[in-house]
């Protein structure tokens, strides 16, 4: 029931309401260790005609043929399944016919039906890939055991509609079959797009240009891949690659042959050299190989760098993925501090870009940074570098839209002054500034032009004095009400004689002194910034949200939540979950979302309570807090004990409690008004956009 949960994309309970609400759920066929088991077909089939779940009727069977690869791992190893399962796709698509497509060969599991069907395959090997390019060797290496996998592999091809897809398929859930090791230099999805974006190869190739790709540290071909999926133009690339792992080169050469890379297209050498006389590169794309920190050399990092900045001729492009210590941090190597300024003074880089960490989500430790070269740039680019800094950034479709923009068009115009495109992340730097700095860190030495010309930095004198305007009017209000009311005295003394006698929350209720109403279940996704009605939950009770920033339309509440209340003028919400928490709504007409619950005071009562009175006792209450190990409170909010006030003592609590209300809101407008001149002061001087004049006599005092 946990795979079911995987493959429908729910959560585990909701399987187990499905078996319970529908009939027609498929029955268990068997048990192990008590677990019931069921067979894939049919859930696939069940989720897919109820159209229940989160997964669509493609990712269903693929899903269904990757739990039978999976489940064969207790009879072939991992690379076993990955290199026979790719073999076979790749057969299929050199061959054109399906892979049991013989007469002689039985559907039927039995023996001889599975040494019939090897032995056809294998033949059929041996007369398409003679020179052992792609399959042959892989086939060879296993018996007639491996049928099944013909099977799997139709069945692959059937929910993927194509072997490229299959083979794609199976190469996302190389970790789920074992194999971390081919998993491990693997980046995530988002820093795949922005390196495509990068290239720019699409356009390229709608221009009408062929290209030569080239990867010189291909591994298992990830980035090519990606490149080739991002255009449908494949009978005009040539891709070149290297790898010094054979195993490698050979899933490689297979993922660019059912890319659509044509056999004459491509070459990928089992080596730490590309092919160059097959063709020259026009676009390098490569990831160099990874290091762990202790045996990391910042020197191997720039020498791979320079040997790729080798295959580049007049007018073409590499994009390199590295280490950010040898890459974008300062030298401590004088060796390694001459290279890189030889690199930089060749006039070959165009961009140097910090990259966020968890970008190899196999490394998180790892710390990336990403070069891109130029052999030839355009004139107005000469001598100059676009240092950018994303590290802090998350890489959302914005940021790579922006980030490649800036360097596209670095890439076609170059610095074009005042009249140019600013960059959104970077600055344009010149080498002899850097070449000065020798070994320096290659980071923008300021914030973005972008940044500091923008409304938000240029209006901030402005926004600054009307900041501080506010705290002289706040500073204002709260003498006026000091010269009014005088300076705060609470007239608190120690009590003489018995302390008054306790009670509980429980037998404030029993007494109908309070009334505790329930709060109501909210769908997250009925919540907006500007409906009518202020929503009160855990997050606005405890203060981990400002509250009035999540609110209901009044139509829906209407409509959806036929029986929720509202709240009334002084009803006290409260939370338990994560931790106790109260708050008094003055205003009312809130809905109060659960696990939050509303207790309303009962002004008619005998010995009547008040709203703020009856929070601040509630929120003073000992023994309230869960130990770090709890599942549940302490006790119960109903075991609270309280002390019962006398009502004379009660209204003076109550005045109090309004009169520091009053006094924190004028407090709290300067403090507000302060921290905000405050924070664009600091703001503006830390990017350099403001200065600081003479402060005046006045202003000293």
């Known amino acids: 029931m946990s795979d ?6 729910v959560k585990r309970p909701v399987v187990s309401t499905w078996r319970r609400r529908h009939p027609d759920f498929p029955a268990a066929l068997s048990e192990n260790s008590g677990r019931p088991l069921f067979d894939g077909a049919q859930v696939t089939a069940w989720l897919i005609a109820s159209g229940l779940g989160n997964a669509t009727p493609s990712e269903l069977r693929s899903e269904l ?17 990955v290199e026979t399962l790719g073999s076979l796709l790749c057969l299929r698509r050199l061959d054109g016919r399906p892979l049991a497509d013989d007469a002689n060969v039985s559907p039927a599991s039995a023996p001889e039906a599975d040494e019939a069907l090897w032995s056809a395959l294998l033949r059929r090997a041996e007369r398409i890939d003679a020179e052992d390019d792609f399959v042959l060797r892989e086939l060879r290496a296993i018996d007639a055991t491996a049928a099944p996998l013909a099977r799997l592999a139709e069945g692959l091809i059937e929910s993927a509609y194509d072997e490229r897809g299959a083979y794609e398929w199976l190469l996302a859930a190389r970790s789920r079959l074992g194999l971390d090791s081919l998993a491990a230099d693997a980046v995530t999805p988002e820093l795949r797009s922005l390196l495509t974006q990068l290239t720019d190869l699409r356009l390229r190739l709608e221009q009408g240009e062929s290209l030569t790709l080239a990867d ?74 990874y290091r762990p920190g202790e045996d990391r050399s910042v020197l191997t990092a720039l020498t791979e760098l320079e040997r790729v900045a080798y295959l580049l001729r007049p007018g073409c492009t590499a994009v390199v993925l590295g280490p950010a210590d040898a890459l974008v941090d300062e030298l401590k190597s004088t060796e390694a501090a001459q290279l890189r300024s030889a ?32 052999r030839g740039p355009v004139q107005a680019a000469e001598g100059k570098v676009l240092l950018a800094d994303i590290s802090s950034e998350q890489l959302t479709p914005g940021v790579r839209m922006r980030l490649a923009e800036d360097v596209l068009l670095w890439r076609a ?86 302390l008054p006698r306790r009670t509980t929350l429980g037998k404030l209720i029993t007494a109908r002194r309070v009334t505790r109403l329930p709060g109501h279940r909210i769908d997250e996704q009925h919540l907006t910034r500007d409906g009518h009605h202020t929503v009160l939950g855990p997050e606005e009770i405890t203060g981990e ?25 002084g009803d006290v919400v409260y939370t338990l979950a994560p931790r106790l928490g109260v708050y008094v709504d003055h205003d009312g007409f809130s809905v109060v979302a659960f696990p939050a619950r509303v207790l309303r005071v009962n002004a008619g009562a005998p010995r009547p309570l008040t709203p703020r009175v009856l ?54 407008a300067q403090a507000y008004a302060l921290a905000e001149a405050r924070r664009m002061t600091i703001a503006g001087l830390a990017d350099g956009t403001l200065t600081l004049g003479e402060l005046r006599t006045t202003d000293r005092t």
Not at 4 to 9: E, K, M, P, V, Y
């Open 4 to 9: 079911i949960a995987t493959f429908a994309r």
């Open 65 to 81: 043929a990757l739990f039978g690869i999976v489940a064969l791992r207790d009879r072939f190893t991992p690379w076993q399944l």
């Open 216 to 289: 010189p540290h291909a591994r298992a071909g990830d980035l090519l891949a990606a490149l080739l999926d991002d255009t449908e133009d494949h009978d005009r690339v040539t891709v070149l690659a290297a790898d010094p792992d054979e195993r490698l080169t050979r899933i490689t050469r297979r993922r660019l042959l059912l890319a659509g890379v044509g056999e004459l297209d491509l070459d990928v050498q089992t080596g730490t050299d590309l092919e160059e006389r097959f063709a020259a590169p026009d676009l390098v794309v490569t990831q160099l190989p």
């Open 343 to 374: 690199l930089l003074r060749e006039n070959i880089v165009e961009s140097v870009i910090s990259l966020p960490g968890g970008v190899l989500p196999f490394r998180p430790g790892y710390r990336p940074a990403l070069w891109t070269l130029t």
């Open 413 to 498: 115009e170059g610095f074009r002054g005042l009249d140019g495109h600013d960059p959104r992340y970077g600055r344009v730097v010149p080498v002899a500034d850097l070449d000065r700095a020798f070994g320096g860190p290659l980071t923008p030495p300021a914030p973005p032009a972008s940044a500091i010309w923008s409304d938000k930095v240029t209006e901030r004198p402005a926004l600054i004095a009307e900041a501080e305007a506010r705290l002289e009017r706040a500073t204002a209000d709260t003498l006026a009400y000091e010269d009014e009311r005088g300076p705060y005295r609470g007239a608190v003394m120690r009590r003489v004689g018995r």
């Open 545 to 569: 949200q400002a509250v009035g920033g999540r609110r209901i339309d009044r139509l829906l509440l209407a409509t959806v939540y036929e029986r929720a209340a509202l709240t009334e003028p």
């Open 615 to 668: 929070a601040a006792l509630l929120g003073a209450a000992r023994g309230t807090a869960r130990s770090p190990s709890a599942v549940r409170p302490a006790r119960r909010i109903e075991d609270y004990q309280l002390p019962d006030l006398e009502p004379e003592e009660v209204l003076r609590f109550d005045a109090l409690l309004a009169e520091t209300e009053r006094r924190e809101r004028l407090l709290r």
